[in-house]
Every structure is written in structure tokens, then in C-alpha cells.
């Protein structure tokens, strides 16, 4: 069964800390691997996407890895800030025709000031 | 370019109620989405389309949910009857085939 686990579930850390976001998945024929910000009451916001034959993304402050070998993404912030506050979700879409995105339960980031 | 469109953003209802949310589309992207967010979950796939025809529905629950796409644009997800299990954040999502996603607001339904 193709699954997508993030740890942790959630996560504080003061204002101006670098941190890491990690994203496992099942069977490593992926097509391609997105990272989401989601802020209450609110959709998704696509921040990055690796496909299958990259090793990493960067924008800004953010910067997503991915190893399929070992079924793993990471997402880097760095310096965060209160406004970066908001869950961080994984997707995943394998190879195979099917254009579905399987997406983890997210980890909920809170940068304090 | 404006983004996809969700209405209504809140309802409230009654269990065994009906009750429908309406979906337009980013202008030109023929597929379409519907994820259904639980609390504390990550969105998962109720349905798929392509243009208006349904690509994917294996997640669906066809007893009480159904879902069109006329003319390919707008599209309406219903429930009837409605079950407390059913409260949940409705997304829906856009894309050009085979790119990136983008998402609605959702709609926040809770089930009494």
C-alpha cells in the first residue's frame, strides 16, 4: 500500500532556528514529491516540487530534498519566522498513470517569537 | 489569474441532511479534483475528472456521495444522507494535465 508518514506531528521552535521537516513514503516509484503549507481555514499552497529525477528544490528560505531510495523528503527552513506558523504537508504522486496525490497528515509548525 | 473557487466556505447541518458544495475550476485546467480533509488528517481523494469525465472515483463513497462535472468547467459534490463521520474540510483542486495542483479555500462542513 502506498503511504506517506511526516514526523514529527508537530513542532515549536523559537524565531530565527533552522529546521527540518521529514516526509517517509512507501514503494519509491514516485512520479514526483510536493510540499504544502496549509494555515487554518485555509487551502493548500503548493511550496515546492521535486520531481522523480531531481535531488532538490529550493525557494527562498525553503529548500525540499528528496532521496527515493531510502523513501525519504526533507523540508529546510531556515531563519524561521512567527509568519512561517502553519502545517506542513507532504504528497506523494507514484508513477502509473493515476494523477492522485497521497498526502501525510502534515506536521503543525509553530515559530515563536 | 484568479484561483479555484469554493462556495459555500461553511455549512452546518444535520445528520441525514443533504447537502451540496460547488466547485469552479482555474480557467483552462481541465482536471479536477475533490479531497476530503478530516481533522487532524491529510486530504485524501474522493474524486477525479478529466474534462468531464471521471478518472478516478475508487475512494468515493457512492452510497451517499456523488459528484458532476458538466460541460467540463463547474463542478458540484453531493451528499445524501449525510453522516457524522462526514465533517470534514471539502477541497478542491485544478490542474493542467499531468502538472501541479492547485487548491480551493475548501469548504468546512460539520455534521450535527
Known amino acids: 500500500k502506498q503511504e506517506v508518514t511526516q514526523i514529527p506531528a508537530a513542532l515549536s521552535v523559537p524565531e530565527g532556528e533552522n529546521l527540518v521537516l521529514n516526509c517517509s513514503f512507501t514503494?519509491?516509484?514516485?512520479?514526483?514529491l510536493q510540499w504544502f503549507r496549509q494555515d487554518p481555514g485555509k487551502g493548500l499552497t503548493s511550496l515546492l516540487l521535486?520531481?522523480?529525477?531531481?535531488r532538490e528544490q529550493t525557494s527562498g528560505r525553503l529548500n525540499a530534498s528528496l532521496d527515493k531510495s531510502s523513501g525519504r523528503s526533507t523540508l529546510y527552513i531556515a531563519a524561521s519566522q512567527p509568519g512561517d506558523s502553519a502545517t506542513y504537508l507532504c504528497?506523494?504522486?507514484?508513477?502509473?498513470?493515476?494523477?492522485?496525490?497521497?498526502f501525510g497528515k502534515g506536521t503543525k509548525l509553530t515559530v515563536n517569537p | 489569474e484568479a484561483g479555484v473557487a469554493q462556495s459555500p466556505r461553511y455549512k452546518i447541518i444535520e445528520k441525514r441532511q443533504s447537502v451540496a458544495f460547488w466547485c469552479n475550476p482555474i480557467?483552462?485546467?481541465?482536471?479536477l479534483y475533490w479531497y476530503q480533509q478530516i481533522l487532524g488528517q491529510g486530504p485524501k481523494l474522493l474524486i477525479q475528472?478529466?474534462?468531464?469525465?471521471?478518472?478516478?472515483d475508487s475512494q468515493l463513497p457512492k452510497d451517499r456521495f456523488s459528484a458532476e462535472r458538466l460541460k467540463g468547467v463547474d463542478s458540484t459534490l453531493k451528499i445524501q444522507p449525510a453522516k457524522l463521520e462526514d465533517s470534514a474540510v471539502y477541497l478542491c483542486?485544478?490542474?493542467?494535465?499531468?502538472?501541479?495542483?492547485?487548491f480551493g479555500p475548501g469548504t468546512r462542513l460539520t455534521v450535527l
Open positions: 521535486i520531481q522523480s529525477s531531481q
Open positions: 514503494d519509491s516509484a514516485i512520479y514526483n
Open positions: 475528472f478529466q474534462n468531464n469525465g471521471v478518472v478516478d
Open positions: 480557467s483552462g485546467h481541465a482536471t
Open positions: 483542486a485544478s490542474s493542467l494535465v499531468t502538472s501541479r495542483q492547485y
Open positions: 504528497a506523494v504522486k507514484w508513477e502509473g498513470g493515476s494523477e492522485k496525490l497521497v
